[in-house]
């Protein structure tokens, strides 16, 4: 078994974002795995759940892969990460 952390969903939605206000979910995943990457437990990866296809697409384009036997869970491997904070 593989350690790997598991991210909880935040909306990636633009449905609820009017043109004055900012949406989120790319800053609020950007701090999540930059707080992952600083963190003392060690893990090979970090995996999400979409809970539909627009949100797979918005982690695939944020370069999560998808398990090849379920397509809405994702993962991206911490090294990737990490060189992502260099």
Known sequence: MTPCLTRPRNCSSTRH???DVACYGGVLLADALHRAVRSEIASF?????AKDEAARRFYE???????????LRLFRSMADIARLYE
């Open 61 to 71: 384009r944020e370069s999560f892969l998808p398990f090849p036997d379920q397509p």
């Open 17 to 19: 974002c009017s043109t």
């Open 45 to 49: 990866a970090i995996v999400v759940e």
